[in-house]
């Protein structure tokens, strides 16, 4: 099981972009990289999910240098809204995938 | 919304009482998970069903049981609950259990045991 580590707290201001790193240094072979968002009180929501390179859809960016062993979490221009807790997880079976970790506290500063 | 409902939202509960958890999917979902969440902790995943079938039991205590009726429903069932047992349960569904795909959680069920 790939252990990530990831700063456990961040501030930013408004329309800034913000870049959230995730370390898993003993990834394999057949691990995904998927972020999830969650909001107080909420179930956390699928952001974004990759294996190699760069992915984006319409909320986010996620890099993955070659190695695999770590990924970044951009979100272009953020808003207060964006203020929630960021996981990052690793894994291919979602028993193992889903284990999520402390994430990182991002506060969106007006 | 993300198509996996849960109820009931809040829930108070004496330590001897029995209740149930409830969780459903009309997303055509084969895999089913309950999660808890304690305050200021990361989510602890408690129980994995795939196709009906329990998948997974990480070590949780027998005073929670679940059940899975079908693929599309989820129950949690509580008894002789202990007041650090007060948390936020939260169900996911995601299409199956063996890849890597999203999952969709429900709002979540606050539970507090007086």
């Known amino acids: 099981l790939a252990k990530t580590t990831q700063p456990i707290s961040m501030d930013s201001y408004e329309g800034q972009e913000v870049n959230i790193t995730c370390s898993h240094n003993n990834i394999a072979t057949n691990d995904y990289i998927t972020w999830y968002q969650q909001f107080p009180s909420q179930g956390p929501r699928f952001i974004i999910q990759g294996y190699k390179t760069k992915v984006t859809n319409e909320v986010a960016s996620l890099f993955i240098p070659a190695d695999r062993k770590s990924s970044t979490l951009s979100l272009p221009r953020v808003s207060l809204s964006d203020t929630a807790v960021y996981y990052c997880l690793v894994g291919v079976r979602p028993a193992r995938q889903l284990t999520f970790g402390s994430g990182t506290q991002l506060t969106v500063l007006p | 919304e993300t198509g996996v409902t849960q109820t009931p939202r809040h829930l108070v509960m004496g330590m001897t009482n029995k209740k149930s958890l409830k969780c459903e999917q009309h997303?055509?979902?084969?895999?089913m998970y309950w999660y808890k969440q304690s305050a200021k902790k990361p989510l602890e995943l408690m129980f994995v069903?795939?196709?009906?079938?329990?998948?997974e039991n990480n070590s949780v205590p027998s005073r929670f049981s679940p059940e899975c009726p079908n693929s599309s429903h989820l129950f949690l069932h509580l008894h002789t609950l202990q007041p650090e047992d007060s948390a936020l349960y939260l169900c996911?569904?995601?299409?199956?259990?063996?890849?890597?795909?999203?999952?969709?959680f429900g709002q979540g069920t606050r539970l507090t045991v007086v």
């Open positions: 069903y795939s196709l009906e079938e329990r998948v």
């Open positions: 997303l055509g979902h084969n895999a």
């Open positions: 996911a569904s995601s299409p199956n259990s063996l890849q890597a795909t999203e999952a969709f």
